[in-house]
């Protein structure tokens, strides 16, 4: 009986994944217009930063000693004498055909400087962030654990701290401690200067172009290079990720269920982890996603500190040379990364949480 | 009938009772946080310091004495002297009247901005909201100091420049809530009250949503506060902010970084100052959060 009118009780399993599909197809084209759309208001911000905000954008580009013919030359191939809007159409082919101009300062091509420095940005991001959440995570869960003693009084602490240290400022210091007093650490610079160009860049990232190689003095050497600036960056991440962990904690040991839980006698280390602390792992994805954006931001700093030859350095380079084409680059660049990092950690969110599907 | 018994009366006669209560019981619900106490604290100091700069400071900020370089902290030098021999420790004096200018600046530009854009998107609804939100989500998606470090790179390195590029970047967050706090009142009966009394948006706006947008609107600009002095900071020790000589923290920090090794007090002791301003700016918004806008808790 049951098998023969299926129809009745239930619409045909065919028509209920065709809606879903669509609704998916509908979710997946509203994230791309999104996209899109944001990453088209980034290059509306450098567009503007670049060509409306200088009085003069060709000077900008050829600098105060170029000859009257240097400076006609350059406006007309900056486009300057066309209308703003034809201009910015301009911009947006080149950006996206990965022509970002030349930089003033290295005399290359930015787009080319610039896969050239990411590796090692991204490289001490991606360390930091892990520090950051092989650290933040049990911190919170402890903190939240632990509501109202001094041990979560001293983790929220630590956590404010990460909101009120300049990075610059606890790069140096940790240089001056760990490097020049302790000697635990390896100095700025991403290895010692004798073990320099010994690798061959594959990833461009020395930890694996090292071990690729076989080359364990090396990654070793790159190690001690990285544990400094890596962990300065992870505290910052970890400051965010603790006091993040530690709210969705304490909402969670609120409900209902956990009370339960404790009630019929399951011992506490499993009602924390398991049954308070299953259900926060999607929103703890979307924090670190946000927060190893962030990073990328904050390597900005500590590159500076630590000749880190990564973006952030080459940022601050030219911005102190008035190298607009690079500046606009560097900030296109980490400007899409961030966007990118955040869109898919809301979509991943939003695909792992079955609420919100 | 005391003071106490007047400002805790359930049923004020005046205005003016009302909102003298209201503040009062905020300030005894601060109270009872020991945190909170102490980053007003550290916020009164500073703007003592600030007020009182020419008095406190014990030598000039940028007078040099070279025979008197980068002397080690002592009873003369409580933080020691810098590589032109100007003492660090009334320096650090004078930039607090910096650092009190930039933020408040900030906060003066950047919120008034936000809450405006934020009212005017969630009042009106339909399209104006879905450009203005568009416009600020775009905003709110981009890294704030490499878009503050952008704009200043355009405009130029100087303190009003650096004021101007982070108030630039930190309106949308604000934007956001003033948006969210409209929408909930919006549809009140009071506003149809003044509505049908012949109000006008702007009317309504200003005189009816922004004042009800203020508490967690300050709640949001002290906790902001800590960041912005770090971006100002930041700005200042990339040479992009304030311009040497003026005694600005992240500047004199970025002076020191030669002689970390050696004479760590030139770039140490500016460092203790921005982190207790900061944490001050951070223990008062966390404290007044809890106070006012309990709910927010966690969406940083």
Redesign the interface.
Known sequence: MTTEQPALTSPPPEKLTSKRTRRQIGAVVTFLVTLF??FL??LA??FF??RV??IDPVLAVVGDRATQAQYNAAAAAMGLDQPLYVQFVNYVGNVLTGNLGMSVSTGRPVAADLSRFFPATFEMATLGILIGVAIGVPLGVIAAARQGTWLD?AI?VVG??G???????LG??G??IFY?RLRWVGGPGRLDIFYDGLVTPITGMILIDSLVQGEFDIFWNAVWHIVLPASVLGFFSLA?IA??TR??ML?QLSQEFVTTARVKGVPERVVIWRHAFNPIRVPLITVIGLSY??L???S??IE??FSWPGIGNY??T???N?D?NA??G??LV??SV??VI??VSDVLYRVLDPRAR | MSTRDWLLADSPTSRWQANAGRTYRVFTALLRNP?SVLGGVIILVLLLTALFAPWIAPFSPTGQNLSQRLLPPSGVNWMGTDELGRDIFSRVVWGSQITLTIVLLVALISAPLGLLIGAIAGYFGGWVDRVLM??T???L???????A???????GPGINNAIIAIAITSWPAYARIARAETLTIRNAEYISAVQLAGGGPIRVIVQHILPLCTSSMIVRVTLDM??VI?TA??LG????GAQPPLPEW?AM?SR??TF??DQ?WV??MP?FA??IV??G???LG?GLRDVLDPKS??K?
């Open positions: 759309l944001t208001g980034l911000i450098t930063i670049g905000i200088p009084q929220r404010l701290l909101y009120s240290v300049p990075a610059f400022w140096l210091v240089l001056a020049a965010y006091r993040m709210s969705f909402d954006a962030g990328l931001e904050g900005v700093m500076t500190v940022l601050t030219a911005l102190l008035a607009m500046v606009l560097s900030t980490i400007g961030f966007i955040n869109k | 945190l568009g416009f989500d775009i905003f998606s981009l890294p704030k100091l490499i878009l470090l952008a704009f200043v790179a355009a405009l800590a960041g770090l900071a930041g020790f990339i040479g992009l992240g920090i020191g970084r970390i090794l760590w770039a140490t460092g921005i982190i900061s944490l700016f951070c223990f966390d808790e966690g940083s």
